[in-house]
T-cell receptor, first 114, second 112 residues
Framework: DVKVTQSSRYLVKRTGEKVFLECVQD?????MFWYRQDPGLGLRLIYF???????EKGDIPEGYSVSREKKERFSLILESASTNQTSMYLC?????????????FGNGTRLTVT | QKEVEQDPGPLSVPEGAIVSLNCTYS??????FMWYRQYSRKGPELLMY????GNKEDGRFTAQVDKSSKYISLFIRDSQPSDSATYLC????????????FGSGTRLQVQP
């Protein structure tokens, strides 16, 4: 089974802090994704990566950056955390390109910015 | 208008009922749809996928796409308390993009 592991289940940070959310997958998947999930808004794509050192903006990239130095690891960075970034963050990976590649999700990191 | 619209619920049904969960989409350019199920405090997991129009069945679950009305549905027969979860519809927006666009999810509660 694919395993996508997010390093923290819960995280509390202060406004203005730099925050790192880490995600590791163990199935040699090419594609990795960061979504945030908010009530009433569903999952919204922040960034994704289809190869090491490659990244593409999703629908809501403002205030975020990402890093993919190794194939199995994809990091989401909040350069200066703000209260409107309080959310559930979900990492996902997929192995193939195109439509035959379901996303496999981690269990999420609930981030609170105070 | 969001690309994928979904009624958030919650939807509460008695055990054994037939459940119908629905999504509408606005862009007809590409039609590959997925249903994900998300239990509380867990990440979403793929339940079913379907391409273009028609029905696809898997056990108690049936996914249906109606291209003419831009409507996708998930039917659950003989619903069980273990089906209580949030159900998310999703679609690929085009052949090149590898990321899914999700609806907001419908929370389902099956009462024993």
């Amino acid at each position: 089974d694919v395993k996508v592991t997010q390093s923290s289940r819960y995280l509390v940070k202060r406004t203005g802090e730099k925050v790192f959310l880490e995600c590791v997958q163990d199935m040699d998947h090419e594609n990795m994704f960061w979504y945030r999930q908010d009530p009433g808004l569903g999952l919204r794509l922040i960034y994704f990566s289809y190869d090491v050192k490659m990244k593409e903006k999703g629908d809501i990239p403002e205030g975020y950056s990402v890093s993919r130095e190794k194939k199995e690891r994809f990091s989401l960075i909040l350069e200066s955390a703000s209260t409107n970034q309080t959310s559930m963050y979900l990492c996902a990976s997929s192995g193939l390109t195109g439509v035959n590649s379901p996303l496999h999700f981690g269990n999420g990191t609930r981030l609170t910015v105070t | 208008q969001k690309e994928v619209e979904q009624d958030p619920g919650p939807l509460s049904v008695p055990e054994g009922a037939i459940v119908s969960l629905n999504c509408t989409y606005s862009n007809s350019a590409f039609q590959y749809f997925m249903w994900y199920r998300q239990y509380s405090r867990k990440g979403p997991e793929l339940l079913m996928y379907t391409y273009s129009s028609g029905n696809k069945e898997d056990g108690r679950f049936t996914a249906q796409v109606d291209k003419s009305s831009k409507y996708i549905s998930l039917f659950i027969r003989d619903s069980q308390p273990s089906d209580s979860a949030t159900y998310l519809c999703a679609r690929y927006m085009d052949t090149g993009r590898r990321a899914l666009t999700f609806g907001s999810g419908t929370r389902l509660q099956v009462q024993p």
